[in-house]
């Protein structure tokens, strides 16, 4: 093991309150967590937007970098105190078929943290997510669900795949003792914010009694109008230009003002939901004796369930 070493990671899933977990994680005097909220270092994926690739400035926050080099990832964590724990959180380090061995092979004494959603819920969420923003230009769930793939993390359309979570936690659960795994169930634990904070606290060592300010709301729902043109200044060489020329703060007014659109609304089609019942269904019953938590009746999934 190298003498750097993160000391617990936060592998998703996605859509699954991992930017309220990196907030509340960030407020706890004995952690550190880098300014840019997803590293993907240990997962090797590829996005859409090239700006991801950009090597992240010194005192600015950004949401997700591709940090591909290990010595920049390393840099990111120089300003760790004594006697605080180092951690990074990244959704995309729940995929991939070498990811939990790559962050195994770093440190095999990493806790792992996983929030899991409903998976229809959070294929919903993610495609939402994703239409709002622009990446997604099909406005109908069932039709983006049979459109044509596109891989890549950063703006891909895996809404389905990304949801079948047996095989990407049971890498995780392969590589590391369960002791060393701690599961939070997204329904129950956005409900009961502090008893959760508090066992992960416990879980990572650090003082369990520290009180976070959650009544800040992180990641919201948020969709574009005008995307054609949005996308436009998005092309890697204005993005760029716009950045060095506009504050932050100014850029986010300047979205506000002539891209936001507060009436979007998607609806999740009654029928459509019924049939990610039965698709879902097989996956959630292998996780759940994994895991040992009644995930099918959590999420509303044990009927479904075929007896021969």
Not at 18 to 29: A, E, F
Not at 148 to 166: A, H, I, M, P
Not at 185 to 207: A, N, R, Y
């Amino acid at each position: 093991m190298e003498s750097f070493a993160i000391d617990f990671f936060v592998v998703g899933a996605a859509r699954s309150g991992t930017t309220s977990l990196y907030n509340y994680l960030d407020q706890h005097p004995g952690i550190f967590l880098s300014k840019v909220k997803e590293l993907n270092h240990f997962s090797k994926v590829e996005s859409n937007d090239r700006t991801d690739y950009d090597r992240p400035k010194k005192g600015e926050s950004y949401h997700t970098k591709i940090i591909k080099s290990f010595e920049i990832y390393k840099g990111l964590f120089s300003q760790t105190q004594p006697g605080q724990i180092k951690g990074d959180v990244s959704p995309s380090y729940l995929w991939g078929s070498h990811t939990a061995k790559r962050i195994h092979d770093h440190n095999p004494k990493a806790k792992i943290i996983i929030t899991l959603r409903n998976p229809m819920e959070r294929a919903f969420s993610h495609f939402v997510m994703n239409y709002g923003v622009g990446y997604d230009r099909e406005a109908d769930f069932g039709k983006a669900l049979k459109a044509k793939q596109d891989r890549v993390w950063g703006g891909g359309n895996l809404y389905l795949e990304w949801s079948t979570y047996f095989e990407a936690v049971k890498s995780y659960f392969e590589l590391f003792p369960k002791e060393q795994i701690k599961l939070l169930v997204f329904e129950d634990w956005i409900k009961e914010k502090d008893q959760t904070l508090q066992e992960v606290f416990q879980f990572l060592g650090i003082d369990p009694n520290f009180t976070v300010d959650h009544t800040i709301q992180h990641n919201k729902k948020v969709a574009y109008k005008n995307i054609g043109f949005l996308n436009f200044l998005r092309g890697r060489f204005l993005k760029g230009f716009i950045k060095s020329v506009l504050p932050g703060r100014l850029r986010e007014k300047v979205k506000e003002r002539f891209f936001t659109d507060e009436n979007m609304n998607i609806e999740f089609d009654p029928k459509l939901r019924d049939e990610l019942v039965v698709y879902f269904s097989d996956d959630v019953a292998q996780l759940e004796a994994l895991v040992e938590v009644p995930l099918l009746e959590k999420w509303g999934l044990k009927q479904e369930i075929k007896h021969d």
